[in-house]
Nanobody, 119 residues
Framework: QVQLVESGGGVVQAGGSLRRSCAAS????????MGWFRQAPGKEREFVAR????????NYADPVNVRFTISRDNAKNTVYLQMNSLKPEDTVVYYC????????????WGQGTHVTVSS
């Protein structure tokens, strides 16, 4: 069973930066990719960024492209999300997720951490 533990949320002023981390443990060989999602109150969870664990290929949602960077450290089973030029509309709960090699879907989720960007 894969477990994901997130860290690095908090409060930042608009234009500032934050770095999120997501450490995976247990059954990590079953993971194909890891990603970040976010969810605002009353809205559906939306995709933010993804990285393939084998080849490092990434893709991003349009609202965060260029501003956010996802990276991985396979030796530490950890994925990072560097968030730059943060905007007040980035104020939501962020979740780390792992995509199963077997199902191709995101089946493992972190606990979620709130990020607040003040104007």
């Amino acid at each position: 069973q894969v477990q994901l533990v997130e860290s690095g949320g908090g409060v930042v002023q608009a234009g500032g930066s934050l770095r999120r981390s997501c450490a995976a443990s247990g059954g990590t060989c079953s993971m194909y990719a890891m990603g970040w999602f976010r969810q605002a109150p009353g809205k559906e969870r939306e995709f933010v960024a993804r990285i393939n664990l084998s080849d490092g290929i990434t893709n991003y949602a349009d609202p965060v492209n260029v501003r956010f960077t996802i990276s991985r450290d396979n030796a530490k089973n950890t994925v990072y999300l560097q968030m730059n030029s943060l905007k007040p509309e980035d104020t939501v709960v962020y979740y780390c997720a792992a995509r199963s090699l077997v199902t191709g879907t995101y089946v493992y989720w972190g606990q979620g951490t709130h990020v607040t960007v003040s104007s």
